[in-house]
C-alpha cells in the first residue's frame, strides 16, 4: 500500500512517500526551486519521491494532507466574524487546498477523475505529533507539538502506545508560544521568515534581565486536565488583526506581517531596526525572550512526565527545532529519552500525515523507525561526472582525481585538519534544514579563528550565529556533560570545561554546542571522515555548517559546484571525487 503526504501551501512545502509502512522518500520543495522556505504546491518533490519509489500516480492509494478544515471550526468562524478580511486570506488558501487533486493531476498532466487515490485531511498538530512518535524508537512516549499556528490551534499534546495516539489537550488561537517567539524575533529587528533561530544563537550572549516583563507577556497557568499558557495580548496584534501571512506562492519565501503592538515597545523600550547595531540591551532581551520560553515549555513538559509517568517524549512543531531548550528536558524533567525528527517543522509534515493514514487510521502496526536523515535525492557516479565535465573546471586549473574510498576520506581529512575548508558532497540529501554529513561544509574544530574565517569566505553571515560540531557518537559523554544520541542536531549540550579549547570553534559562547552524534550505521562515509580526522589529531569532533550561501542547502551536484566556485573553499568532494583548487 502506498501512501502520498503533502505539506502544501504552507511553508516548507514537502513530499514523502509511504510503502507498507516504511518510509522511501522524503524531500521539500525548497531543494528543487532554490526558494528558501519555498510554499506552494511541491510538485518536484513529489515528482521526486514517487521516481525514488519506483511508482506513478495510479500506484498510489492514499494521500494525506495537513489540514482540516473542520478543525475548530467554532473559533474559525468566531474570529472570521471579527477579522473578516483575515478570513478573506484564509479562505482564499482553503480554496487552494480544496483543489490539491486538481493541483497533482496536473502535474503529472493527469485527468484527475482518474486519479483512484483516497484523499484523507489531518489535522495540522495531529500530522505533527504522529511525524514524531510513529518514527521514533519508542513504543510509549508523551507527545508534544508547538508551533506559530496551524487549524487555528498553536499546540497540542497526548500520548503514543504501539500504533495509536491519544490526544489529551491542546491550545487555540490566539495563544502561541511560536508567535511570542516570532513576535519577539520582529520586535528584535529580525524580520524574514524564520529568523527564531537566530535570536536563539543571540540569547547565549546576554542575561535575562527582562524576565519580569516576560512573565507578563508569555503566561504559564497549570489546568486540571494538562498543561496550558497565555499570552499578554496587550502587546501583540494577530489576535486583533489575524497572523497576516502570505505563503500560496511556490516562488516566493514566505512572509509574516506585525505581529507584535506598540504596547511591547512601552514596555520593553524602543523596538530596533534591521540595520541598527545590536547592543547589550538587545542581547539581554534576546537571553530573556529564551529564558521565558523555556521556563514555560520545560514546565509543561515537566508536569507532563509528572503525570503520566513516561520516560519518552516526541517533540515536533517548530518549536521543537529549539535545541538550547531541548537539551535541558534532562536536567529539568523526569525524561529520559527525548526525539525529535530532523524535519520537526512544517516540512515534516507530509512525513507525518502519511503514517497518521497508516497506522491511526488504518490500523497498521508499526515497522520503520527514522534512524537517519537522508531522504532526499541522490546522483550516480555518471550523473556527478557530467556535472563535473560541464562546469569546465578541469580546463580552468582545477585539479579532479577519482578516489577508492580509504584514498579519500583519508585526504580529505588531511584538508580539514590542514586548516582547509572542504565541501562534502554524499549520497541522498538530507531530510530537514540541517546538513548532516551528505551536504556539508566541513572545517577543523580546534581553530579559534575558524568561525571568522567561515563567515568571510563563505557564508556570510551574523557573526554571533554558532557553527555545529559534528562528534563521533561513542565519543559524545567525552566531550559533552550529555551522552543521550543528537543524530539530527536537535539538541544543545554544555561543552565539558576540559574539552571547549579542544574545539574552541563549534563552541558557543555559552559554552555549549548544538551537536551531531555520527553513527557509524546512519553514515559510513561521514563516520569515517571524522575517524580519519581523529587519527590525524586526536579530536573526534569536525565543525559541520550546511552546504550553502544564503539560499536552500544544495541538492544537486551542479549546485555544489556553483557554490564551490562563488566561494572560498579550499576543495570539494563529490562522491568518490576530489576537486581542489591549483
Not at 84 to 113: H, N, W
Not at 181 to 210: C, I, N, W
Not at 431 to 438: E, I, M
Not at 442 to 447: H, I
Amino acid at each position: 500500500m502506498n501512501i502520498l503526504g503533502i505539506n502544501a501551501y504552507h511553508g516548507n512545502a514537502s513530499a514523502a512517500i509511504v510503502c507498507d509502512g516504511r518510509l522511501i522518500a522524503a524531500v521539500e520543495e525548497e531543494r528543487f526551486n532554490r526558494v528558501k522556505y519555498a510554499a506552494g504546491f511541491p510538485a518536484q518533490a513529489i515528482r521526486y519521491c514517487l521516481k525514488e519509489a519506483g511508482l506513478t500516480l495510479s500506484d498510489i492509494d492514499h494521500v494525506a494532507v495537513p489540514r482540516d478544515p473542520y478543525a475548530r471550526l467554532g473559533t474559525k468562524l468566531f474570529y472570521a466574524l471579527r477579522m473578516p478580511s483575515f478570513a478573506r486570506e484564509r479562505l482564499k488558501v482553503l480554496a487552494k487546498f480544496t483543489g490539491i487533486p486538481e493541483a497533482l493531476a496536473a502535474a503529472f498532466d493527469a485527468d484527475p477523475k482518474k486519479i483512484g487515490a483516497k484523499f484523507h485531511r489531518i489535522e495540522h498538530h495531529q500530522a505533527h505529533l504522529a511525524s514524531a512518535f510513529f518514527v521514533s524508537p519508542f513504543e510509549q512516549a508523551f507527545l508534544l507539538s508547538a508551533d506559530g499556528l496551524g487549524d487555528f490551534a498553536s499546540t497540542m499534546w497526548g500520548t503514543g502506545a504501539g500504533n495509536h495516539m491519544r490526544i489529551d489537550g491542546a491550545v487555540a488561537f490566539p495563544h502561541s508560544l511560536g508567535l511570542f517567539y516570532s513576535a519577539v524575533t520582529q520586535y528584535l529587528g529580525f524580520l524574514k521568515f524564520g529568523d527564531e533561530y537566530k535570536v536563539m544563537g543571540l540569547a547565549a550572549y546576554g542575561r535575562p534581565e527582562h524576565l519580569g516583563a516576560f512573565r507578563d507577556i508569555l503566561r504559564f497557568e497549570s489546568r486540571s486536565n494538562g498543561n496550558g499558557f497565555r499570552l499578554g495580548l496587550d502587546y501583540f496584534s494577530h489576535q486583533r488583526t489575524g497572523p497576516e501571512m502570505a505563503w500560496a506562492e511556490a516562488d516566493k519565501t514566505p512572509a509574516l506581517g506585525k505581529l507584535f503592538s506598540d504596547e511591547m515597545a512601552k514596555r520593553l523600550g524602543p523596538r530596533r531596526a534591521p540595520e541598527e547595531a545590536l547592543e547589550d540591551r538587545h542581547r539581554n532581551l534576546a537571553c530573556s525572550l529564551q529564558s521565558r520560553l523555556e521556563e514555560v515549555y520545560l514546565g509543561m513538559l515537566r508536569k507532563s512526565a509528572e503525570q503520566t509517568g513516561l520516560k519518552a517524549v516526541c517533540l515536533a512543531g517548530g518549536v521543537a527545532f529549539n535545541c538550547v531548550a531541548n537539551g535541558k528536558i534532562f536536567d529539568h524533567t523526569s525524561f529520559e529519552q527525548v526525539y525529535v525528527q530532523p524535519a520537526a517543522g512544517d516540512g515534516g509534515l507530509a512525513v507525518g500525515a502519511a503514517f497518521y493514514v497508516w497506522h491511526q487510521k488504518l490500523g497498521k502496526p508499526r515497522s520503520f523507525v527514522m534512524d537517519h536523515a537522508y531522504w532526499g535525492p541522490g546522483y550516480s557516479r555518471e550523473e556527478i561526472r557530467l556535472a563535473i565535465d560541464s562546469s569546465g573546471i578541469a580546463q580552468d586549473g582545477y585539479c579532479i582525481a577519482e578516489l577508492a574510498e580509504e584514498e579519500l576520506t583519508c585526504r580529505s581529512a588531511a584538508i580539514v585538519a590542514d586548516g582547509k575548508i572542504l565541501g562534502w558532497f554524499q549520497g541522498r540529501a538530507e531530510w530537514g534544514p540541517r546538513a548532516l554529513g551528505n551536504r556539508s561544509i566541513v572545517a577543523d574544530p580546534r581553530r579559534p579563528e575558524m568561525k571568522e574565517i567561515l563567515n568571510r569566505r563563505i557564508k556570510h553571515r551574523e557573526t554571533f550565529r554558532p557553527f555545529a560540531p559534528s562528534i563521533l557518537a561513542e565519543a559524545t559523554s567525552e566531550y559533552f556533560e550529555k551522552s543521550h544520541p543528537s543524530p539530527f542536531m536537535t539538541l544543545a549540550y554544555s561543552v565539558r570545561p576540559e574539552k571547549r579549547d579542544k574545539i574552541p570553534a563549534p563552541t558557543h559562547v555559552d559554552g555549549t554546542g548544538r551537536l551531531q552524534t555520527v553513527a557509524r550505521e546512519a553514515n559510513p562515509r561521514y563516520y569515517a571522515l571524522i575517524s580519519a580526522f581523529c587519527d590525524r589529531t586526536g579530536v573526534p569532533v569536525v565543525l559541520n555548517t550546511s552546504f550553502n550561501d544564503n539560499e536552500p542547502i544544495v541538492c544537486r551536484p551542479e549546485e555544489a559546484i556553483g557554490c564551490f566556485l562563488r566561494t572560498r573553499m579550499d576543495a570539494l568532494v563529490l562522491g568518490d571525487f576530489l576537486i581542489s583548487r591549483s
